[in-house]
């Protein structure tokens, strides 16, 4: 059963859109299966928190959700009454005829909720179908679907192959295409219902939720990451490795390097109509979990012949 999405970022109902953001990347950052490869249940909080933000950061998905029209996996939940209603929408093609003398076929009570809902069912509907059609029996077009798909962002980034299964248990082949972004929809021609005599199939639609990561930033078509380096490697420079979203590369930090440095690795971006991005990577300098007395005195014999301040014409008094 999906977890509830408010309480798998430990928010209440009335969280601002801030804190739901806030609280997502906070369980990202130290429940992601690559940082605790030791404890089984860091995957599991990082799903349920991602189902969660995926749901919630769509303003209209949120409002919904919180009326009780889809449950915490996005699914529709049809209000009650909804099949009844439609089986007796004058004109309706699948309104069962009733006995000569004017009672239930068969000698049993109808039960409309129970037979749009089976009839929904054994035609592929899930999410939000495009209604029930109204041409005549024989000839009705299908159903048009609509998903949503959970996209990692590195598979959103790269382009990737994925299938969904469908409530009546088929499965769907999905192609994420390079660059995909984060709210878009992909059209799939005829994957929708099936269609009733000669009328054509129903198409599907799949939204994209990308999935955010704790290591990337996307930009337009730029990635963003941020790389650590060391004291010695600020001041004399080097290569040093880099993740980008194609793997990991060496980047030549330069002599003299500071914090908040900007280097740019052109096409290491995500493909776009203009062709691909460029990964733009800000320098971070961290200084040594602990400053032994080597480094100390260093360091204050450096600061008595070299001193410098960085703040000059900045600082307010």
Do not use: C
């Amino acid at each position: 059963m999906t977890q509830d999405p408010y309480a798998a970022l430990g928010l209440s109902k009335d969280a601002t859109a801030d804190e739901i953001k806030k609280a997502y990347r906070k369980i990202a950052r130290t429940n992601h299966p690559d940082l605790n490869p030791d404890d089984p249940g860091a995957e599991e909080r990082f799903k349920n928190a991602s189902h969660a933000y995926d749901l919630l950061k769509d303003p209209e998905q949120r409002r919904r959700f919180d009326a009780g029209e889809i449950d915490a996996s996005g699914a529709e939940q049809a209000p009650r009454g909804y099949y009844r209603d439609e089986a007796r929408r004058p004109g309706n093609p699948y309104t069962q005829s009733r006995s000569a003398s004017g009672g239930p076929p068969f000698g049993e009570e109808f039960d409309a909720d129970s037979f749009f809902a089976n009839f929904a069912r054994s035609h592929g509907a899930s999410g939000h179908g495009g209604g029930f059609g109204r041409s005549a029996p024989g000839n009705a077009p299908g159903q048009d679907m609509q998903y949503r798909l959970s996209v990692p962002f590195l598979d959103a980034a790269q382009g990737a192959k994925t299938r969904i299964t469908l409530p009546d248990g088929k499965a769907l082949e999905v192609t994420i295409p390079e660059g995909a972004r984060d709210g878009q929809t992909l059209r799939l021609r005829g994957k929708g219902g099936m269609g009733f005599g000669s009328g054509r199939p129903g198409d599907a639609f799949i939204k994209l939720d990308v999935t955010p990561s704790p290591d990337f930033e996307r930009d337009g078509n730029d990635i963003l990451v941020s790389l650590p380096i060391t004291i010695d490697e600020a001041v004399l420079g080097g290569k040093v490795p880099v993740n980008t979203v194609t793997g990991a590369v060496n980047v030549t930090v330069p002599p003299g390097a500071s914090s908040g440095q900007v280097l740019r690795l052109k096409g290491r971006g995500v493909k776009g109509s203009s062709g691909k991005g460029d990964q733009r990577v800000t320098l971070r300098i961290v200084s040594p979990p602990k400053i032994d007395d080597e480094l100390k005195h260093f360091m204050e014999g450096w600061r008595e012949n070299h001193a410098y301040d960085p703040r000059v014409g900045k600082a307010k008094s």
